[in-house]
């Protein structure tokens, strides 16, 4: 096990700042295929570890598994999967504890997800028992948890229950014929009320610059956030280096988005 130094479970849990309301919260950013919900739940979680808040980030995909796609290898400490913890008949905060990896070039933050070359058949099933029990004990772990879940709920458990179980879900969409297809046959799956699909807060990603607000709205309604289209947010995709900096003026408006998930979702 390698508590490291200063590291987020030997941190005082503490707000640092003397402002700050009642601590965390648990969100998921759901949404259609390649909406961004992987660049949107990498970059709040940056935003917020940069506040040095305690951040776990939980990757749901087990077909495409984000881990090796958001920064190098070296970057990371430890070596452990997200499997091995939902594998187990329990899952607790020590499990989990044990089986995150550290991010390096920030101490308040930790992730967890399958590892490059792995798959749903590296482990043994699991349940929605412990996808329940993997999102209440990380809580314990951390105040502030992320969760990048995955487009296809019918059939990845951990999504499905966390869009049950999160205080707040970001409901993604690109302004396309594809979202709005993928919605109209998503949404029935969730009229049930555990899933309260009303209080998802919308959000529109990767706004390109010819989809002109007035017309997005037209097809998806009211947002409650605009992520736009950057190019270096692009950039640091394809690079695989997804916590990069974003230096350029074209970025401002992004991050200004970013900023605002974070204060209206986290408060912070
Ligand atoms: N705001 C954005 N600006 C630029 N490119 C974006 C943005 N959001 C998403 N993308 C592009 O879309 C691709 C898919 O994003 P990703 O977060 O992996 O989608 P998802 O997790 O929903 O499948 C990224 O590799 C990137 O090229
Ligand atoms: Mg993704």
């Known amino acids: 096990m390698n508590f490291k130094r200063n590291s987020l479970f030997q941190r005082n849990m503490e707000p640092e700042e003397e402002n700050m309301g009642p601590e965390g919260g648990v969100l998921a950013v759901w949404g259609s295929p390649s909406s961004g919900k992987t660049v949107v739940s990498v970059k709040l979680a940056e935003y917020l570890a940069k506040k040095k808040r305690n951040v776990l980030l939980i990757f749901a995909d087990m077909t495409a598994p984000p881990l090796p796609c958001v920064c190098a290898a070296a970057d990371l400490e430890g070596e452990r999967s997200l499997g091995s913890i939902l594998a187990a008949a329990h899952v607790t905060e020590n499990l989990i504890k044990k089986n995150c990896m550290f991010y390096r ?10 590892l490059k070359g792995e798959n749903v058949f590296t482990y043994p099933p699991y349940e929605q028992e412990q996808a329940a029990e993997l999102i209440v004990q990380a809580k314990e772990v951390a105040p502030y948890v992320i969760i990048d879940c995955t487009s296809t709920i019918a ?3 951990l999504s499905a229950v966390a869009l049950m179980e999160a205080d ?6 690109n302004c396309d014929l594809k979202s709005i297809s993928y ?3 998503q949404l029935p799956l969730l009229r049930d009320n555990k899933w309260d699909a ?4 919308k959000v529109a990603s990767n706004v390109k610059q010819q989809e002109a607000s007035s017309h997005m709205e037209q097809v ?3 947002v409650a956030f605009q992520i736009p289209h950057s190019t270096e947010v692009e950039r640091q995709c394809l690079e695989g280096e997804m916590f990069g900096e974003l230096c350029l003026k074209e970025s401002r408006a992004f991050r200004k988005e970013i900023e605002k998930i974070g204060k209206e979702v986290f408060g912070v």
């Open 168 to 173: 707040t879900v970001l409901r993604l969409v």
């Open 220 to 222: 998806l309604g009211n």
């Open 198 to 201: 009303d209080r998802q807060l």
């Open 155 to 157: 059939s990845d458990i």
């Open 105 to 114: 070039k920030n101490d308040y933050l930790s992730m967890t997800g399958m």
């Open 183 to 185: 919605l109209s046959s």
